[in-house]
């Protein structure tokens, strides 16, 4: 068994709870419960006053403990649970909810912990994470677990940002376990914070795990350059090749207009008709073509930070209608004219505000697109109404097919995430994505309501005003 004395938190350890990056994964390990509440008071503490989101993770008793320490410091935590700066999750019932034969599963897991920070996100640049699950599975004397689960919350850093802080008793690590456990746990994380006067064996190895990760970090840095390097390359080539791309499409889409032109002065005849169908068919594919290059152009944009919005003044009202107009019109060509008689518009009788107009295009069509391919040809429902205070429009696409699944939800709005049924679904899978930027770069939110074979409905709120926009580009760019 390994035993320590512990002692107060030392001033560097303290600036590793207190100011954890991002990324940052920190285990903590000690003796008793006084040394643990005290550490995670200053982890939370500290996060509750920058402003950070925190998401807790306890079992109950612990949960006690840092609401009762917090409170000693003057936190309110019933506030900060209120305006959901901070929530707590039960220990043990969070942990059943991904386990499946006794092992964690990675996907449920990123179900369930994604979607905590999902919720964070939109509000919070920084968020702080604590649990207590891994140290479950080792009292139950499961290190391979423990150490998977470890590497799960690694594996979901690379997707979210947000700083972790773990705890192990340390007279868990008995001589029922390997005697390398510890070893192995810490090799685990970014950070690890022993009691502060360690035994000579855990000196031993805590130096030389120092040596092993500053040989690591040394050779992750170097490849971490050259990826930013082959990164950097292939977003400075992406505007090249749609540029390259584009200037073919717009040739064809002209030859393809002229030839109309000279079919519409013939005569009508079977041969005509058929042709007229061919010159039809191009035009939606060159359409479609010209979509998916401008998406790779607008993610290498948004990769690069040139991504700008440029707002004027118009109606919305008129413009949706437009664009439901040209969107039946191209499923038309497209050979489903049934989607003309399918799309309802309901509104406001005029709705004049400061937008992109072409950006907002973008958001209409991608939603319009999204609710043709997952409607299963039922009717498609727009709404487009002010808010009760004027200040702000709510966009709503409703449609009644397919649905998504509750754990997708959170997952349609990353880049290249196509939720389908099955089958392979044509497109690169960044609507959602273009469109949840241009929203955010807006000032605007977006959200999604689903039901599985009921249908989804999108919801976007975006402001009248153009200070609010410009406010929005300065938070981006800035």
């Known amino acids: 068994m390994i035993s320590l004395s512990d002692q107060p938190i030392s001033h560097e350890n303290s600036q590793v709870l207190t100011h954890p990056l991002q990324k940052d994964h920190i285990v903590k390990f000690y003796e008793d419960e006084k040394t643990l509440t005290d550490a995670v008071t200053a982890y939370v503490g500290s996060g509750l006053t920058e402003g950070d989101g925190i998401i807790l993770i306890t079992t109950p008793k612990h949960r006690e403990a840092l609401e009762k320490s917090l409170a000693l410091k003057g936190f309110n935590v019933h506030e900060a649970s209120i305006k959901k700066q901070l929530i707590f999750k039960d220990a043990a019932h969070t942990l059943s909810q991904f386990m499946e034969n006794q092992v964690p599963n990675e996907e449920k897991f990123r179900a369930l912990i994604g979607a905590m920070i999902e919720e964070f996100k939109p509000k919070y640049s920084k968020i702080r994470a604590y649990g207590e699950m891994v140290n479950l599975l080792l009292v139950d004397g499961n290190l391979t677990e423990t150490i998977g689960l470890e590497e799960l919350w690694n594996s979901l850093s690379l997707t979210y940002s947000f700083s972790l802080l773990c705890s192990y008793l340390i007279s868990d690590f008995n001589e029922k376990l390997p005697e390398q456990a510890y070893q192995k746990v810490c090799q685990t994380h970014s950070h690890s914070l022993p009691v502060d006067e360690p035994s000579p064996q855990i000196l031993s190895q805590l130096q ?37 791309l ?21 005569t009508e005849s079977k041969n005509s008709q058929k042709v007229r169908k061919t010159i039809d068919g191009c035009e939606y ?12 152009l607008d993610l290498s944009q948004i990769r690069l930070g040139r991504f700008k919005l440029c707002p004027e003044p118009f109606d919305l009202i008129p413009f949706v209608q437009k664009m439901v107009d040209q969107f039946a019109e191209l499923m038309s060509l497209s050979g489903q004219p049934q989607f003309k008689n399918l799309i309802t518009l ?3 009788v ?56 509750a754990e997708n939800q959170a997952k349609i709005f990353n880049r290249f995430e196509q939720i389908g049924s099955g089958s392979h679904t044509p497109g690169l899978g960044l609507g959602l994505y273009i ?19 009921r249908g989804s409905i999108f919801k976007i709120e975006l402001p009248l005003i153009l200070s609010k926009i410009r406010d929005a580009q300065t938070r981006v760019e800035h």
């Open 208 to 244: 030389k795990r120092i040596i092993e990760l500053e040989r690591e970090v040394t050779g992750r840095k170097k490849i971490e350059l050259v990826l930013q390097e082959a990164i950097r390359c292939r977003d400075e080539a992406f505007p090249v090749a749609s540029h390259e």
């Open 346 to 348: 309901s509104s406001e």
């Open 435 to 453: 469109v949840q930027q241009i929203v955010s770069d807006s000032g605007g939110t977006i959200e999604v309501q689903s039901e599985i074979n």
């Open 285 to 296: 594919q060159i359409d479609r073509m010209t979509k998916l290059t401008d998406q790779i």
């Open 246 to 266: 584009k200037t073919p499409l717009t040739c064809l889409k002209l030859q393809i207009q002229l030839l109309q032109r000279l079919i519409s002065k013939e």
């Open 350 to 405: 005029s709705t004049p505000g400061m937008w992109d107009q072409s950006r907002f295009g973008q958001i209409i069509t991608n939603l319009l697109s999204n609710a043709v391919k997952y409607g299963n040809g039922k009717p498609v429902e727009i709404c487009v109404f002010r808010t009760l205070d004027k200040n702000r429009v709510r966009l709503t696409v409703r449609d009644f097919g397919i649905g998504i699944a």
